[in-house]
């Protein structure tokens, strides 16, 4: 497998937005503020929601981690990756891309063989063939990425069920990411990875957290 746009399940909004909470507007939490339902629905999520989700995030390296952590989450829930990422972290050089471009077999073997990560050959394969292609782009991941945030805007979701799983700026992004050797970035992943990144701002209308910092879709 060489691209794939990820299962329903892609990201917190979108895998609560798939699931019995569809519909849902934001709940108060035990301080009281509206949060997103998922933000409250495992106690690592709370500190997720409130202070990752949805803000903005530069920089190549920053960028290629999330977009490597939600090709990992492709058919798993997100709260299996968000418990392994300091794992994640470890096994790939803190994401550094001119260190995971240059794994080889061994590397290969040592990361199927590491029980802390999601050891899945395909996603491994993913992360370094991406490492590469990312170094070979002319203006870096970053700026590719965050060219698509102003067309990306939307109206502020209401419940859980407006939140999309995938955009038309993401098609067109992974599309773009597809031309430059990326795999495992089709448009669910990729629009989980701007969510997360802070292209777009899904956080509910009522949530507290909407407002802070992460004005994309006003």
Request: aromatic letters at 8%.
């Amino acid at each position: 497998m060489t691209d794939v746009a990820s299962g329903p399940g892609a990201g917190p909004g979108a895998e609560a937005a798939t699931g019995a909470g569809a519909g849902k507007g934001p709940v108060p939490g035990p301080d009281g503020r509206l949060r997103c339902p998922w933000g409250l629905s495992a106690p690592e999520y709370v500190a997720y929601h409130d202070t990752e989700w949805g803000r903005p995030v530069r920089g190549d390296q920053a960028i290629f981690e999330r977009l490597c952590l939600e090709a990992f989450q492709s058919g798993l829930s997100w709260l299996t990756i968000l418990r392994k990422r300091a794992n994640f972290r470890a096994a790939f050089a803190g994401f550094d891309l001119e260190a995971v471009a240059a794994f080889g077999q061994d590397d290969v073997a040592r990361l199927l063989a590491d029980a802390g990560i999601v050891r899945n050959r395909a996603k491994i394969n993913a992360a370094i063939a991406n490492a590469r292609a990312a170094l070979e782009l002319k203006d870096g991941l970053s700026d590719l990425f965050w060219s698509h945030a102003d067309a990306a805007a939307g109206p502020a979701p209401e419940t859980l069920a407006d939140v999309p799983a995938q955009t038309p700026v993401s098609k067109q992004l992974a599309k773009e990411l597809r031309a430059a050797g990326f795999v495992f970035t089709g448009p669910v992943t990729v629009y989980a990875s701007m969510q997360a990144c802070g292209l777009v701002n899904d956080h509910l209308a009522a949530c507290f957290a909407r407002g802070i910092g992460i004005d994309s879709n006003q």
